[in-house]
């Protein structure tokens, strides 16, 4: 019985949205570090931020909050643990998929310019027509996760999910 | 003892957070003013990084603050109202109701903005700073402040490559963007030597292993600054007097020109919720 709960919390999370990002749910960007089932109305989460100034964590624990009172918990604690620091090495391969279908190119698997090199860029592919001829216009996006670049061959601006 | 050290682990942590808040409020005036879309949101996005940092900070204190039994422990004016529920800090008293003496940022942090030159050096100076800081920080003996620490290097570590990038743009640009660099050094340097040194909680936190003396960074910081001057073409000063007392409470009159603005909404309307 107590799988059964288990899986059942882990499908109520994943119904739980990134308000930014509204492709992925909080078990496909990795944010979701633990889940403590302390008996049929007790429940701990803990979860983590992408960003220390990510302005969505908040929304998103009262949503998961709210997902968890569906599954008729009665005592639902929503923690925040900062270490370890979350990666874009945590989102799953379903997730970025999703990111490139809504036309967000996926953080990049090997960690390139996660250091403080200057006038790196790193070579991402245009989530519009594959090309992997695009260039950066700025290293900050319409959210703190993202970074701005333009496709030279389709011309389309996209956003790249940075990798963090 | 016990309480002494609770005491400076707050002084610390507060000193840590009141750096970040008020850089990140400084850079947040930015918004809607950027001299291009794309550097407007730049400097937003080191903002909001900044700013969370200090709430992370600030939520640590605020626990520490209300786990204390010892009434001495919340030397901070924070912790007001009447009722019992009240009588609490939280990071929003910390933030919005203590008075400029009791903000124990470095004066650098408050400096105006200026123009974009002097916004982008500052940032610099900060960042390299918080680079070689947090370093140390993520081995505290605290964990919490090593979690934070961890989680805020990452951050930095982009608005250092930023900043660095903008410094030798800007230095080693056109004679103005030169001009204008030179004068931003110029009117910064004399903030900068007050970052290491080390105030009394820093040498306590140092001594008890829960938080970096400053003066052990002074050595990497110049090194980084020297390197990226030269690339971008500027003098590494010398001998500028430097002004002190940000980090004991005493600051340039630019602090409550910050505070009037960041704090007016609790200071005129008390306990307004958004």
Known sequence: MAATTEEKILSVLETVIDPEVPVLNVIDLGIVRDVVLHNEDEVEVAITPTYSGCPAMDVIALNIRIALLTLGFKKIKVNQVLSPAWTTDWMSEEGKQKLKDYGIAPPTPKQQVCNEKLFSEEAIQCPHCNSWHTHRVSEFGSTACKALYVCDECKEPFDYFKCH | ?274
């Open chain 2, 1 to 274: 003892m016990e309480n002494q050290s609770t005491n400076q682990l707050i002084n610390y942590t507060l000193h840590l957070a009141d750096n970040s808040l008020i850089l990140g409020h400084r850079n947040s005036e930015w918004c809607g003013h950027g001299p291009v879309l794309e550097q407007d949101i730049a400097i937003t996005n080191i903002a909001l990084d900044l700013i969370g940092q200090a709430r992370n900070f600030y939520q640590y204190v605020a626990q520490l603050i209300n786990k204390s039994q010892n009434t001495q422990v919340p030397r901070v004016s924070a912790v007001g109202g009447d009722s019992e529920a009240k009588k609490r800090a939280s990071e929003d008293t910390l933030a919005y109701l203590r008075d400029g003496h009791e903000f124990k940022n470095c004066l650098l942090t408050e400096q105006p903005n200026g123009d974009w030159a002097k916004t982008v050096l500052r940032q610099f100076f900060f960042s390299i700073y918080q680079y070689f800081l947090l370093e140390e920080l993520k081995k505290s003996k605290d964990s919490q402040l090593a979690a934070i620490a961890e989680k805020s290097l990452k951050e930095v570590t982009y608005h250092l490559r930023w900043s660095s990038e903008w410094v030798i743009r800007l230095g080693d640009g056109t004679e103005e963007s030169h001009e204008r660099m030179l004068k931003a050094v110029d009117e910064l340097w004399p903030y900068t030597g007050e970052l290491f040194e080390a105030a009394n909680y820093e040498q306590f936190a140092a001594k008890e292993g829960f938080g970096a003396n400053p003066s052990s960074l002074k050595t990497k910081w110049e090194g980084k600054v020297k390197q990226i001057f030269s690339e971008a073409a500027l003098a590494f000063p010398k001998g500028v007097l430097q002004q002190t007392g940000g980090k004991e409470g005493r600051h340039t009159e630019n602090l409550a020109n910050i505070l009037a603005e960041l704090q007016f909404m609790q200071r005129t309307y008390p306990d307004s919720v958004w």
